[in-house]
Nanobody
Framework: QVQLVESGGGLVQDGGSLRLSCAAS????????MGWYRQAPGKQRELVVI???????NYADSVKGRFTISRDAAENTVYLEMNSLKPEDTAVYFC??????????WGKGTLVTVSS
């Protein structure tokens, strides 16, 4: 079992910035990927960005150039720096990880609200 604890969500104005954190714990199995998804009201959950253990990233087109994922491998923690936020970025942001055994885990989510 892997536990994911997210933090850093909140209310920000259009054009503002936020930083999300996600710490993974609870398993000695290696982490294969970590990243973020989001779900806006009335919409399906969508990929924001995913990062492999080798550092390869895949960003959604809608966030390229504005969001940056980084990690502290020693702490099994990933960060999402979100800049130039827009009202359409409003969503619950979920941390996701998949282990080297291809088992996926989700965090409980953190709400990001961007006011216009």
């Amino acid at each position: 079992q892997v536990q994911l604890v997210e933090s850093g969500g909140g209310l920000v104005q259009d054009g503002g910035s936020l930083r999300l954190s996600c710490a993974a714990s609870g398993s000695s199995v290696g982490i294969r990927v970590m990243g973020w998804y989001r779900q806006a009201p009335g919409k399906q959950r969508e990929l924001v960005v995913i990062m492999s253990s080798g550092g390869i990233t895949n960003y959604a087109d809608s966030v390229k150039g504005r969001f940056t994922i980084s990690r502290d491998a020693a702490e099994n923690t990933v960060y999402l720096e979100m800049n130039s936020l827009k009202p359409e970025d409003t969503a619950v942001y979920f941390c996701y990880t998949a282990t080297t055994r291809n088992i996926g885990y989700w965090g409980k989510g953190t709400l990001v609200t961007v006011s216009s």
